[in-house]
């Protein structure tokens, strides 16, 4: 069975640039996740899927961040423009349902320079 | 407000040592409990996870954890580490039924060294 697949594994930005990450979670799984993971630290949720709809986006810092999951399937993740500071990992993440196990995806590397 | 809290941020252990890592969470109603642990240069992946029932779970690559309730702990342990068991590991809790459903809570993670 397939995993969480995302995409790139790596970018590198100038700041003020948008930037762009792409998921495809397990087949069959209707929840998914975006979460943000700092150097040193454990991920932290960004937005949560129930199929199309974001059930919770409480974290997601709206002025430039942006997520859609238009078929319920894959899903992006844009940030425009990009801050120093969005240097981090980009996690995606999918369960059967928002109790079960999460299944994560290698992550997208982003530096903003 | 829901947090776990993992106590050891970097161990380093000689091969054959006995390894346990400490989680605490704070919340009082149900939770799910999970270790993950994350290899250099590969992505998180899922050691063990406690739902309901026995408290004492057991996950791959011979790690085990005991859920006790009374003291909102869900520790890691391996009677004898191997030099493969190098990583940073993870401790997360889902809350079902509060207001952070569906949101796994990470503790800030543990880095394991293992020293041949």
């Known amino acids: 069975e397939a995993g969480v697949v995302q995409s790139p594994r790596y970018k590198i930005i100038e700041k003020k640039q948008p930037v762009a990450f792409w998921c495809n979670p397990i087949s069959g799984h209707n929840t998914l996740y975006w979460y943000l993971q700092n150097l040193g630290q454990g991920p932290e949720l960004l937005i949560r899927?129930?199929?199309?709809?974001?059930?919770?986006d409480s974290q997601l810092p709206k002025d430039r961040f942006s997520a859609e999951r238009l078929k319920g399937v894959d899903s992006t993740l844009k940030i425009q423009p990009a801050e120093l500071g969005d240097s981090a990992v980009y996690l995606c993440a999918s369960s059967l349902g928002p109790e079960g196990t999460q299944y994560f995806g290698p992550g997208t590397r982003l530096l903003v320079l | 407000a829901q947090s776990v809290s993992q106590h050891n941020h970097h161990v380093i252990l000689s091969e054959a040592a006995s390894l346990e890592l400490g989680c605490n969470y704070s919340?009082?109603?149900?939770?799910?409990l999970f270790w993950y642990v994350q290899y250099p240069g590969q992505h998180l992946q899922l050691l063990l996870k406690?739902?309901?029932?026995?408290?004492l779970v057991k996950g791959i690559k011979g790690f085990e954890a005991e859920f006790i309730k009374s003291k909102f702990s869900f520790n890691l342990r391996k009677p004898s580490v191997q030099w493969s068991d190098t990583a940073e590991y993870f401790c997360a809790v889902n809350f079902p039924g509060s207001s952070n459903t569906g949101k796994l809570i990470f503790g800030q993670g543990t880095t394991l060294q293992v020293k041949p």
């Open positions: 919340y009082g109603g149900t939770v799910n």
């Open positions: 899927y129930e199929n199309e709809e974001a059930v919770d």
């Open positions: 406690y739902f309901s029932g026995d408290p």
